[in-house]
């Protein structure tokens, strides 16, 4: 089992920054991957960006170049730190590890672009 807890979000006004953080605990050697997605109200849930144990990243296209997924093993922590929002990434982000036996997600945190 992998539990994960996300804090970091709120409210911002556009152009504003904020960081994410993800601290899994558990048995977190079974992790390949970890990343975050969102969802917006009445819209499918959407992969933001993640980060393979190697170290590789990718990015969805509407956020590249404005944030960026780090990871910190030493404190099982995995980072999201999203600068120019804007409000159309208003929406709830989870973090997610995934498994060979299954994906985790996290409870969730709101983050709100204020126009």
């Known amino acids: 089992q992998v539990q994960l807890v996300e804090s970091g979000g709120g409210l911002v006004q556009a152009g504003g920054s904020l960081r994410l953080s993800c601290a899994a605990s558990?048995?977190?050697?079974?992790?390949?991957?970890m990343g975050w997605y969102r969802q917006a109200p009445g819209k499918q849930r959407e992969l933001v960006a993640a980060i393979a144990s190697g170290g590789s990243t990718n990015y969805a296209d509407s956020v590249k170049g404005r944030f960026t997924i780090s990871r910190d093993n030493a404190k099982n922590t995995v980072y999201l730190q999203m600068n120019s929002l804007k409000p159309e990434d208003t929406a709830v982000y989870y973090c997610?590890?995934?498994?060979?036996?299954?994906?985790?997600w996290g409870q969730g945190t709101q983050v709100t672009v204020s126009s």
């Open positions: 558990g048995n977190i050697f079974s992790i390949n991957a």
């Open positions: 997610a590890a995934d498994t060979v036996r299954r994906k985790y």
